[in-house]
């Protein structure tokens, strides 16, 4: 099932939730009227009790009731509202001596003297009398007055009340209604702007003239633009150099595969253009493996894990893995693994890629004789090795993707840097690339 929109959803609740409010009100204001019309009619009919039962009805005159009448009839309107009202007296055995020759005259004489009863008149009106002792004693009043009436009293009253509110709160619904979809048309707008943009257009999101309300999302969306913006430029800068890098290990193996046609009968030069083949197919290999790694960290497709590193054990095995590469050069090392380190706990397989980048360039761009240092203590992760300096100018940009300082003869993509910038960084690392008294070195700190 379709669920209702945002904008249907709330008028629904301000219109049932004003018709109810309305409702109750209505409801409460009837109780209220019906109440106060009781109290002021039954002040009413004691009053008029209260004067009846003063008279003396026994010196009557027989043919009081007829002339009374008469004078009743002369007045303009007598006969209207004669339900509001009646009265009937009786003496003690129950005859009727007098009444308004209205309504009075079907009393039924069932006194409950000092208090209001109700009975019922011509077989179908419900009426409220009160019954009271004449003064003399002698005689019995009986003031009542219609029920039916009296709620048409208190229903009048409530009309003239509720009439104008319910004009008011049609009015108050009509603005509502169009004041809602007014201010919901700033989602409609931004929708709309969404909508006609085409792919590539990650520009921010207009605020202006927004609700305030709306301001944190078109806010977050603009961050999340930005990130998107940032993101496909790295992603472009990426595959633009990556392609670039490629292209020369490729033309090489072009050229050598070439070389190989040419030279049938040749087999020094034969073996030769195949060993350089070899070192091709090796350096492309192993930049497909850095640009893919690269591409991980960069999209945070890797993260840190809580499993505890074992240092001491990590650096055996990676100088096995170039022992035959110090040896023949030949370097010398100094090695030196404390139990703590910046990094106790993380992602065995990336930090074991970051010291080997650390060590492979080291290794790499260090000349014959040189010393390779590798301290690993509480407060840092260093690698550093002798003979190597590098222009202040360099220094600053080691750890860009890509970047090679001019002059290299060593085969490289430029990337071994970045990737322990980035893997440093997913453990809470910074990387602090300098000279110092004839050493390159590479160190990574916890940050602050």
Known sequence: MKKLSLRLRLLIIFVLSSCLIWLGAGIFSWLESKEKADEFFDQYQMLLARQLASADWSSIAPDAQKVTNKIIKRIDNA????????????????????????????????????HFANQVIDDDDDWRIVWVDSADNKYVIAVGQELEYREEVALDML??????????????????????????????????????????DLSPLKDDNLPQEILPLTQ?????????????????????????????????????????????????????????????????????????????????????????????????????????QIQAKPLETKISVSENSPISCGNPV??????????????????????????????????????????????????????????QKQIGSGLGLSIVKKIAALHGCAVNIRNEEGLFSVTIIQNN
């Open 79 to 114: 006969d209207e509202e004669d339900e509001a009202i009646g009265f009937a007296v009786f003496d003690r055995n129950g005859q009727m001596v007098f009444h308004d020759n209205e309504n009075g005259k079907d009393f039924v004489f069932q006194p409950q003297i000092g």
């Open 159 to 200: 009309e003239e009340f509720l009439l104008p509110w319910l004009l008011g709160l049609f009015l108050l619904l009509l603005v509502i209604i169009y004041f809602v979809g007014r201010e919901f048309a700033s989602f409609k707008r931004l929708a709309q702007d969404l909508d006609k943009r085409s792919a590539d």
């Open 220 to 324: 977050a969306m603009n961050g999340l633009l930005a990130k998107l913006a940032e993101m496909l430029k790295k992603e472009k800068s990426f595959i633009s150099d990556s392609a670039h890098e490629l292209r020369s290990p490729l033309t090489a193996l072009k050229v050598q595969l070439e070389v190989l046609e040419m030279l049938q009968e040749d087999n020094e030069a034969r073996k030769d253009a195949i060993a350089k083949m070899e070192r091709g197919i090796e350096r492309c290999t192993r930049l497909v493996e850095q640009l893919l790694l690269l591409s991980r960290l960069e999209s945070n497709q890797s993260h840190a894990s809580e499993e505890p590193i074992n240092w001491r054990q990590t650096v055996d095995n990676l100088l096995q893995e170039y022992q035959s």
């Open 350 to 407: 990336l930090l074991t890629v970051m010291l080997r980048n650390l060590l492979d360039n080291a290794i790499k761009y260090s000349s014959e004789g040189a010393k390779i240092i590798l301290d690993i203590d509480e407060g840092h992760i260093r690698v550093a090795n002798s003979g190597v300096a590098l222009q202040e100018q360099h220094l600053e940009r080691l750890g860009e993707r890509f970047f090679r300082p001019a002059g």
